[in-house]
Nanobody, 114 residues
Framework: VQLQASGGGLVQAGGSLRLSCATSGSIFSLSIMGWYRQAPGKQREWVAHITSGGSADYVDSVKGRFTISRDNAKNTVFLQMNSLKPEDTAVYYC?????????WGQGTLVTVSS
């Protein structure tokens, strides 16, 4: 299974971006899809995930600002990021989990200027 993340870029504080992660393979609809991020000099942290049934959860720092969604017909997961803050600056990675199988995308850089 391959994951291809896209949609990152440079945005001013208060702005919005929408990340996408397209996947190959046939297990997408059965998988938990997640977004993680890694800021410079920091460890990678979980941001959000969405189950195969559509239940979503978020790290407290993005609740109310970010929305994760999925399109099972297109094998794609999205992360809508609104009201972006400079502290959201990071490389964002998508992640697929199905039982003991885990796969990561290559990351997309989000830079939020103040």
């Amino acid at each position: 299974v391959q994951l291809q993340a896209s949609g990152g870029g440079l945005v001013q504080a208060g702005g919005s971006l929408r990340l996408s992660c397209a996947t190959s393979g046939s297990i997408f609809s059965l998988s938990i899809m997640g977004w993680y991020r890694q800021a410079p000099g920091k460890q990678r942290e979980w941001v959000a995930h969405i189950t195969s049934g559509g239940s979503a959860d978020y790290v407290d720092s993005v609740k109310g600002r970010f929305t994760i969604s999925r399109d099972n017909a297109k094998n794609t997961v999205f992360l809508q990021m609104n009201s972006l803050k400079p502290e959201d600056t990071a490389v964002y990675y998508c992640n697929l989990r199905r039982a003991n199988f885990v796969s990561w995308g290559q990351g997309t850089l989000v830079t939020v200027s103040s």
